[in-house]
């Protein structure tokens, strides 16, 4: 029973774009390792670019400084 944990910054991705995500990586378990789509979990978490950070800031403030 694989379960796969994607986290994404909360900024736009839409339901389509998450439901392919989803399938596409069902459909990538089942041909590389012939998993049971019936039993294969993949979870999308969406996290706030507040409480996402990398090199000692927030993703919103190396967003704004990109700009």
């Known amino acids: 029973m694989p379960v796969v944990n994607i986290q994404i910054t909360r900024d736009g991705a839409t339901a389509e774009q998450k439901?392919?995500?989803?399938a596409g990586v069902t459909d990538v378990l089942v041909r590389v390792l012939n998993k049971d789509p019936a039993t294969t979990f993949v979870i999308i978490d969406e996290?706030?670019?507040d409480?996402?950070?990398h090199a000692?800031?927030?993703v919103t403030q190396l967003r704004a400084l990109a700009k």
């Open 47 to 49: 996290v706030d670019t």
């Open 19 to 22: 439901a392919e995500v989803i």
């Open 56 to 58: 000692g800031k927030s």
């Open 51 to 53: 409480n996402w950070g």
